[in-house]
């Protein structure tokens, strides 16, 4: 090459790359995403090249493709020439676009606000504090309320600009306003996509389409495998011991609870339990558990299951440390090596351990606690494990990978569980954990179980302690609304009864709980078989339209330079299984607002009429949650049991009817502790509410349909509305 034409080439190529970042066509340096269907309804499309692991994979998710083929058909709910993808700047990025009156729901765990349209999230794992970006369930999975689901499924941090940002080649680019001159010029101008990367050389994206935004998450739902079902006895009365409780004091608090007629179904341990804890041996503490095989014995015999806390750092002085510590990372947790359960040989090793000397004792589940986070007492993202997966990765995934295991452990005995876990994400709806976490702000509990039902997870606002006996009936009262009931009393030893003034409201809410477990066991049903989360967002419930309030934004030199306006994103009433709206009440709120969706809706209490499309106020004595019942509403319930698992099999059924209109709904059962179902063994009932000739309404049982003998006796119908 001569001088001359290498400076004519090097300018040419100066000049090009200029004048591509002047004009760019519109979004041409984004190619066009491919889309493959993959199960009905759901599409995916790679950038790049595709990671070697994803969320899915992680998880072992098996799509429900018989449960998807019924769903409506559906066409892809974009213009597909619309969605874009890149490799640039060393990051796989994905565009989807966004219609101007679209809210979005999702992305996680949130303990903050419903709508996630116009910020951007950073979202990692991690022990959740505050904000809502690192989540102890950050998934990055968002349903639009134009009725369709969208998941990055990429095992790593991503960040994801939800309406936020403009290329300046994006077809719906907002005309420029001049802030010196246009009161109406907008800090955060409109954007028409929602834009997601991860530092990674491709991603997956999975559609799912509707055509509600129900339909959405139940598609991803059934997409993962269908919603878990816990066994019956799980969806009971949990209490976790003080950590250094020893095996007689909790005899003794079984005796308590049988003594003052509270309900009780699992007995949590919680650290002290182990020889050694923080890290862990998973051995039994002989000075605190010297016959781990009695006690057990004993608890099961009481018809109580026992959970059990641990987290996955193994402790030197484990037994099963020698043959573990090659399949660990090069960090340590609490100076406890990592095992990489990635690698079959450390599964195989952990599981041996925990199926013998633990479940098939008796044990009925586990808490895999501190798998998400603080920065500085998780690996550093430097850390390397054995199979090569990157610390990213492995944090990502870690509750996800622990939740498999376990489920693994049970299912090789053909037991259920029913567990809690710090840490989860995308994929996880098949399995039986409840998430949970150290804030206690009881506000941002109630948002973080509306918001847990748009991204496949479950989520426990347990109890542990409280500031007055109102705020302790209060608490108590959300939790019981939830899919787990927990009262947690590692550090503060609280005991249901800890306030004396409200034992007997504390005691009242928890029985209304056991009683509606067929209930609740259907929601779970309906959960596994068709996707439909047990708790829900009033967004998901037709005829709801959010309160969502804009206020607009006053200008300050200080606070609030550039004038944006203040979002009120209400979070604070569900839908608790098929027709009841849960509203609780916080300390010192003596009435709150409820905002009852359109068609007419009853008190549960009473069956009065309540209103309907409409915002009420309603006051409730301290024994009440408020709970409203959407008309033709049909609430199966048992009598008050202390044990669930000692339910016999005849016990009998109150199905209750809320207001006018005749109605059916179903009940499903099964034996509530094994696998079987998933080879057949359950059955349905219709439950159907008819207007008779002198205009009265009579109830009918059908007989059950499917394979198994339901486990409930005589049913007596309750018209509730007079
Ligand atoms: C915390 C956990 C608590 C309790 C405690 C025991 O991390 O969130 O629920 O188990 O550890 O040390």
């Known amino acids: 090459m001569n ?6 080439f090097v300018s040419f190529t100066m000049i090009a790359a200029a004048s591509a970042d002047r004009v760019s066509p519109l979004l041409n340096d984004m190619p066009r995403l491919h889309w493959q269907e993959k199960a009905p309804g759901v599409w995916s499309a790679v950038i790049g090249e595709e990671e070697a692991f994803t969320y899915m994979d992680f998880a072992g998710a098996s799509p429900k493709v018989e449960a998807l083929e019924k769903m409506p058909a559906v066409v892809f709910p974009f213009v597909k020439e619309d969605t874009r993808g890149a490799i640039a700047a060393n990051r796989a990025v994905a565009r989807i676009p966004l219609a101007p009156e679209e809210k979005l729901y999702g992305l996680g765990l949130q303990f903050q606000g419903m709508n ?4 951007v999230y950073h979202l990692r794992m991690d022990h959740y504090s505050s904000g809502n970006e690192r989540l102890h369930a950050p998934v990055p999975f968002y349903v639009s309320s134009a009725g369709y689901g969208v998941l990055f499924n990429s095992p790593r941090y991503i960040a994801i600009y939800a ?7 994006s077809p719906e680019f907002p005309a420029p306003r001049d802030r010196n001159t246009d009161g109406h010029w907008d800090a955060q101008p409109a954007s028409d996509a929602v834009e997601a990367s991860v530092v990674s050389g491709g991603m997956e994206v999975l559609v799912f389409a509707g055509p509600t935004p129900l339909d959405a998450i139940r598609r991803y739902n059934l997409y993962c495998g269908g919603g878990c079902l816990p066994p019956k006895w799980g969806l009971g009365f949990w209490h976790r011991m003080r ?21 009780l179904d699992v007995i949590g341990l919680e650290p002290g339990w182990h020889s050694k804890a923080y890290p862990c041996t998973y051995e039994w503490n002989p000075m605190l558990f010297p016959q781990p095989a009695d006690f057990l014995n004993a608890m099961t015999a009481e018809g109580i299951g026992v959970n059990l806390w641990e987290n996955p750092y193994v402790s030197p002085d484990a037994g099963i440390y020698d043959a573990i510590k090659p399949y660990c990372g090069s960090h340590t947790v609490w100076l406890g090596i990592v095992p990489d359960f990635t690698l079959p040989e450390a599964r195989e090793i952990y599981k041996t351990q925990h199926a013998g000397t633990h479940v098939a004792l008796g044990v009925s589940g586990y808490k895999v606690d501190e798998v998400d986070g603080y920065d500085f007492w998780l690996w550093p993202d430097h850390a390397v494990f054995p199979s090569g997966t990157s610390a990213e990765v492995m944090r990502q995934t870690y509750g996800l990978q622990m939740q498999k295991m376990q489920m693994e452990i049970f299912r090789a005995q053909n037991r259920r569980t029913y567990g809690q876990v710090r840490a989860s994400n995308a994929g996880a709806s098949n399995y039986p954990f409840a998430i949970y976490t150290d804030h206690y702000d009881h506000r941002g509990f109630v948002s973080a179980l509306i918001n847990c039902g748009f991204s496949g997870v479950l989520y426990t606002p347990e109890i542990r302690s409280a500031g007055s006996p109102e705020e302790w009936v209060r608490r108590m009262q959300t939790v019981c609304f939830s899919p787990l009931v927990q009262l947690n009393g590692w550090a503060d030893n609280t005991k249901p009864w800890t306030f004396e003034e409200v034992e007997n409201e504390v005691r009242e809410v928890i029985k209304l709980r056991q009683r509606l477990l067929p209930y609740m066991y259907t929601a779970f049903g309906r959960y596994h078989f068709e996707g439909t989360p047990p708790i829900r967002a009033m ?28 979002r009120k994103d209400v979070a604070d009433q569900y839908m608790f299984g098929d027709c009841l709206l849960v509203a609780p009440l916080f300390t010192r709120q003596k009435s709150r607002d409820v905002i009852l969706p359109r068609g007419r809706w009853y008190d549960f209490y009473t069956g009065n009429y309540a209103g309907g499309g409409e915002v009420v106020n309603v ?19 048992i009598p008050d049991v202390d044990r669930i698992a000692g339910m016999g099999n005849d016990t009998p059924l109150e199905i209750r009817h809320y207001g006018e209109t005749p109605s059916t709904a179903m009940l499903y059962d099964d034996d509530g502790v094994s696998f079987d179902f998933e080879a057949g063994r359950y059955c349905w009932q219709e439950m159907t509410v008819t207007r008779n000739s002198q205009g009265g309404l009579d109830g009918r049982l059908s007989e059950p349909i499917g394979n198994f003998v339901p486990a409930y006796g005589e049913a007596t119908w309750k018209f509730m509305t007079k």
Not at 3 to 8: G, N, Q, S
Not at 163 to 169: A, E, I
Not at 552 to 558: Q, S, V
Request: net charge negative; hydrophobic share 40%.
């Open 243 to 263: 950590t250094h409780a020893d095996a007689a004091e909790v005899l003794k608090e079984v005796d308590d609870f049988n003594k003052r007629g509270f309900p």
């Open 116 to 119: 996630r349209r116009g910020k």
């Open 539 to 566: 967004v998901l419930e037709p005829g709801y339209e959010a309160a969502e309030i804009v206020e607009a934004g006053r200008l300050d030199g200080t606070d609030n330079p550039y004038a944006m306006a203040v």
């Open 619 to 637: 006051t409730a004595p301290l024994n009440q949650i408020p709970l409203f019942v959407k008309d033709g509403g049909i609430i199966p319930m």
């Open 3 to 8: 001088r001359t034409f290498t400076a004519l």
């Open 163 to 169: 309406g936020v940002g403009n290329r300046h080649d």
